[in-house]
């Protein structure tokens, strides 16, 4: 008996062992029925009070195993919930987000940049006209300048902006002097090459001031600011160029970021980087608006060519074929 009680309180850690048990006591051959078969061999007048000892170990014996059954049970419906719980904060694959193209992120960097500057953000229509593109940027018809930008034109005489200046002359023609503001947008051009595609973007960048307040020398420290915190800490240098909208006017270089002037292939080996066209606003700009005793100056840069430089991009067209093995890499 003593034995029994151990085995069903102690020893049995499942539903399975306590069933084995049981049958051991109150099977066909278990010890109960033993018990009582051999109440016939006893004699008379021992007979009741053995009838009521196997009684009261049937009764013992039964109650303990009940309440240790519900108690098994219990432990096995927690055990079984446990193993199979689903921890729904658990990372299965990871989620797949997108990412921002290349080209719009550096165009993001850039506008941040110059909005905190307090440059005021001007756009103007993709779809521009000939005197907002080319005449009051001092491109008069049948001017050579004009061959610098191959044009597309939609047959009636309209064509796609070329570049961003004409949001210059748009946000003069709409607005008094002072102006402080920069352009971006997408151009067009006929060209397409390892570095060119006909569709690319570029920002553009304008001050102007009342009197004669602004000079060349501001433009000079502005940009040099601007390229320094784009590029970190490069060199920067003006070379006298050509812009029918600007004179003087400059090409800007950086100091070459992949081989620190030691020479390469990207730079050419002359350890220097073009990144932007810039320059004073030529008196007949002003005058094609309507300005009067004013003074500025003007940039415009490509934003490609700063993606490519920043990220180490070969071909320019790789940026706009949309595989997703390159432009997942800028997540
Ligand atoms: N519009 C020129 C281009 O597309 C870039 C440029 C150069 C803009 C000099 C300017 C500037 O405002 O001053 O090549």
Known sequence: MEEFVNRIKNECQTLADLEKIRVEIFGKKGILSEGFAKLKYIPEDEKKEFAALLNKQRDELGALIETRKSELSELEVALKMKSEAVDVTLFNEPIST????PVMATMDRIIEYFMLQNFSLETGPLIEDDFHNFEALNLPKYHPARD???????????????HTSPVQVRTMLANKPPIRMIAPGTVFRRDMDLTHTPMFHQVEG??????DKVSFA???SM???FLKHMFGDVKVRFRPSFFPFTEPSAEVDISCIFCQQEGCRVCKHTGWLEVLGCGVVDPN?????????????????GVERFAMLLHRVP????????DLRLMEQFK
């Not at 939609?154 to 796609?160: A, E, G, S, T």
């Open 148 to 162: 610098m930008q191959d044009t597309f034109y939609l047959n009636d005489f309209r064509l796609l902006r070329t």
């Open 98 to 101: 997108g990412a921002l193209h």
């Open 285 to 301: 700009v002003f005058k094609a608006v309507g300005y009067k005793n004013v003074s500025g100056y003007a940039f415009g840069l």
């Open 218 to 220: 501001n433009l000079k």
């Open 223 to 225: 940009l040099e600011q």
């Open 315 to 322: 071909d320019l067209r790789s940026l706009f074929e949309g």
């Open 206 to 211: 304008l001050i102007v001031e009342d009197g």
